[in-house]
């Protein structure tokens, strides 16, 4: 092998890095709904929003915590992170029905498996842009087989939101006012600052549950 060809391997080797890295932390910021980071990676670097990087966290109908290939359009809606979202979906190049990771998930399908307190809107923002509710993921699922999964059985204003988008109806301006209306999360005091809601069951694993909660794994810790 010539020099040559070492210089080139070596710097399209680093070149592969950078990319790497921008879209790990492009990532992040999805999750953080970090506009303005968001917005400088990718018009300083000129990244690409549709690429798609590793994510740590549990697929589609698992509880299993593993890397999965996603994009940030999926955090952003995973996350409810509706300021990126909007970037994103603004830019008019990114690909709404991109399916990736082992599970085959969409954005719709993340936006509902994530659960945020956003999911309704996100969920909207998404079906105005062109997402496709008739998706499916790796198992058959439908973006709206998704939802007793996440919400189960008791009847909630967001599930019966989510349910009459995903199976192609509209929100009337009356429909958004009994959501407001009903929904537990949105009342609180105006004085309290707004916290970010992070998806349970996509994050960490519960340590109230299984094997955690046993007296063996107690007695390990000692």
Same mark, same amino acid.
């Given at each position: 092998m010539c020099t040559?060809d *070492?210089?080139?391997d070596?710097a ?5 890095d #950078? ?6 932390i492009?990532l992040?910021?999805a999750?953080?709904d970090?506009l303005?980071g968001f917005?400088s ?11 798609s ?5 549990r697929?589609i109908? =698992?509880?299993k915590m #593993?890397l !999965?290939?996603?994009?940030p ?10 300021? *990126?979202?909007k970037f994103i979906l603004?830019?008019?190049?990114v690909d709404v ?17 994530g ?5 309704v809107?996100v ?5 105005n842009?062109s997402a496709?509710? =008739?998706c ?10 998704l939802?007793?999964?996440v919400?189960?059985?008791?009847? =909630? ?7 009459l988008?995903?199976?192609g !109806? ?7 006012i009994?959501e407001h ?7 609180s005091s105006?004085?309290?600052?707004e916290?970010?809601?992070y ?11 299984g094997?955690?909660n046993?007296? !063996?794994f #107690?007695?390990?810790? #000692?």
């Amino acid at each position: 092998m010539c020099t040559g060809d *070492v210089v080139v391997d070596y710097a399209e080797g680093q070149k592969q890095d #950078r990319v790497v890295s921008n879209i790990s932390i492009l990532l992040e910021l999805a999750a953080a709904d970090d506009l303005d980071g968001f917005r400088s990676v990718v018009e300083q670097d000129g990244f690409d929003v549709n690429d798609s990087g590793l994510w740590y966290g549990r697929s589609i109908g =698992s509880k299993k915590m #593993r890397l !999965e290939e996603r994009t940030p359009l999926m955090i952003a809606s995973m996350f409810g992170s509706k300021q *990126v979202l909007k970037f994103i979906l603004g830019l008019n190049r990114v690909d709404v029905n991109k399916a990736c990771g082992s599970d085959r998930a969409t954005a719709l399908h993340m936006a509902v498996a994530g659960g945020s307190k956003s999911s309704v809107e996100v969920v909207k923002l998404l079906i105005n842009a062109s997402a496709d509710i =008739s998706c499916l993921d790796v198992h058959g699922n439908l973006p709206v087989d998704l939802i007793p999964l996440v919400f189960g059985s008791s009847f =909630s204003s967001k599930k019966k939101f989510l349910e009459l988008l995903l199976n192609g !109806e509209e929100l009337t301006d009356d429909d958004h006012i009994e959501e407001h209306k009903f929904s537990p999360i949105l009342i609180s005091s105006k004085e309290s600052p707004e916290k970010k809601e992070y998806p349970i069951d996509l994050s960490l694993p519960d340590m109230k549950n299984g094997i955690y909660n046993t007296d !063996e794994f #107690r007695m390990g810790e #000692r």
